[in-house]
């Protein structure tokens, strides 16, 4: 079965420092992954996806995350951190061989970034 | 486009009533989740819909039904609301294009449900 770990609650990090909100996942085969940010009342928003090639991928909003196959992480990054990145954000798995619609979601972290 | 509706915003039951939650999409989706959110457990699928005619079950599936008679529409019925189901409901497309395109899920606005 597919499952998703996002081992803090919360992340707080000063404006202009780097960030990383952690991800570990399980699936039973080659996985996608997915980070996405959700501001208050709001619905969820994509920003970035791993499905194959390049292990570091880049996408909105200056973020990237790193897919380490042995570590089984996909972790988010942000080289400068803004007062306006502070939200929630999930990490989802979805195991190759599975639906496309069974997509699990993480607990969530909360991020916020002081100034 | 509109991209994924939700109706109602806000709704109000009693233990013991039933109501369908609205969701539509209007990008020919073939793939449709339906997932509920409770603070500190993140999101946790219900329901999901590979095609019109095609539903299976979740991860938290019970007092839920759903059905897809289109390719737009994937209703979520309550049968009798139960206090544990008060929560925020979203519902969720995507499809899956050539090479890295698509897989993402695009989501809607929402609908926060209170069971009294």
């Known amino acids: 079965a597919q499952s998703v770990a996002q081992p803090e609650d919360q992340v707080n990090v000063a404006e202009g420092n780097p960030l990383t909100v952690k991800c570990t996942y399980s699936?039973?085969?080659?996985?996608?992954l997915f980070w996405y940010v959700q501001y208050p009342n709001r619905g969820l928003q994509f920003l970035l996806k791993?499905?194959?090639?390049?292990?570091l991928v880049k996408g909105s909003y200056g973020f990237e995350a790193e897919f380490n196959k042995s570590q089984t992480s996909f972790h988010l990054k942000k080289p400068s951190a803004l007062v306006s990145d502070s939200a929630l954000y999930f990490c989802?798995?979805?195991?190759?061989?599975?639906?496309?619609?069974?997509?699990?979601f993480g607990s969530g972290t909360r991020l916020s970034i002081r100034p | 486009n509109a991209g994924v509706t939700q109706t109602p915003k806000f709704q109000v039951l009693k233990t013991g009533q039933s109501m369908t939650l609205q969701c539509a999409q209007d990008m020919n989706h073939e793939y449709m989740s339906w997932y509920r959110q409770d603070p500190g457990m993140g999101l946790r699928l219900i329901h999901y819909?590979?095609?019109?005619?095609?539903?299976d079950q979740g991860e938290v599936p019970n007092g839920y039904n759903v059905s897809r008679s289109t390719t737009e529409d994937f209703p979520l019925r309550l049968l009798s609301a139960a206090p544990s189901q008060t929560s925020v409901y979203f519902c969720?497309?995507?499809?899956?294009?050539?090479?890295?395109?698509?897989?993402?899920?695009?989501f809607g606005p929402g609908t926060r449900l209170t069971v009294t």
């Open positions: 819909s590979v095609g019109a005619g095609i539903t």
């Open positions: 989802a798995v979805r195991d190759l061989y599975s639906s496309a619609s069974k997509i699990i």
């Open positions: 969720a497309s995507s499809y899956e294009g050539a090479g890295q395109g698509g897989y993402e899920q695009y």
């Open positions: 699936v039973s085969g080659n996985p996608y």
């Open positions: 791993y499905i194959t090639g390049d292990n």
